[in-house]
């Protein structure tokens, strides 16, 4: 049982280059979320999926977008890379609303 | 608006001194509040999850209590092993997950 499992774990990416993160869950999660994390702060949500076919914009959506067309997979598109998105990127899943997230092991990120 | 508050932003005991660390919120209606434990290039493990004021949930140096307010993780006799980041979240209206920016614990042997 791996859990949440995210490609790559490092990147350098080029201003204005496009990237897809991957994450895959084998928990059989209807929730999915992507979380980014910077120096000092405080994970921000980025996208969410509350199932295949659904997903919804979080806190900081822009520059970013997502596909949900399966329950295991939900990547994170990067159009345009920007420095401001170097950052250390998270996905999660829960089981249920409430419960408690899993997360991968990062992917960290630089653009310059 | 929705708000998770962690102190202190760093911490330093020695092996076996015990201490707390606080998390405060403000969210309307209460969903959950998490507690997870992050190791430098790791993602967030998840400790605990409390429902309701007067909860308590133990896992061996660690215990984790809720009130009206905010919520203490107590570690009790910290151990080196014990060193991480902490990190305190509620669940929001999206049902995502809300986070304060975490608490580094250091245990001196």
């Known amino acids: 049982n791996a859990g949440v499992t995210q490609t790559p774990k490092f990147r350098i990416l080029k201003i204005g280059q496009s990237m897809t993160l991957q994450c895959t869950q084998d928990?059989?999660?209807?929730?999915m979320y992507w979380y980014r994390q910077d120096p000092g702060m405080g994970l921000k949500l980025i996208y969410y999926?509350?199932?295949?076919?659904?997903?919804d914009k979080g806190e900081v959506p822009n520059g970013y977008n997502v596909s949900r067309s399966t329950t295991e997979d939900f990547p994170l598109r990067l159009e345009l890379a920007a420095p401001s998105q170097t950052s250390v990127y998270f996905c999660?899943?829960?089981?249920?609303?409430?419960?408690?997230?899993?997360f991968g092991q990062g992917t960290r990120l630089t653009v310059v | 608006e929705d708000q998770v508050t962690q102190s202190p932003e760093a911490l330093r005991l020695q092996e076996g001194e015990s201490s707390s660390l606080n998390c405060s919120y403000t969210?309307?209606?209460?969903?959950?509040l998490f507690w997870y434990r992050q190791d430098p290039g790791k993602g967030p493990e998840f400790l605990f999850t409390?429902?309701?004021a007067g909860e308590e949930k133990e896992k061996e140096r660690l215990k984790a209590t809720l009130t009206k307010k905010e919520s203490f993780l107590h570690i009790t006799a910290p151990k080196p092993e014990d060193s991480a980041t902490y990190l305190c979240?509620?669940?929001?209206?999206?049902?995502?997950?809300?986070f304060g920016k975490g608490t580094k614990l250091s245990v001196k042997p």
């Open positions: 409390l429902y309701s």
């Open positions: 999660a899943s829960t089981e249920a609303f409430n419960t408690e997230a899993f």
């Open positions: 969210v309307s209606g209460l969903r959950g």
């Open positions: 928990m059989n999660h209807n929730y």
């Open positions: 999926s509350v199932g295949a076919g659904i997903t």
């Open positions: 979240a509620v669940r929001g209206s999206q049902g995502n997950l809300i």
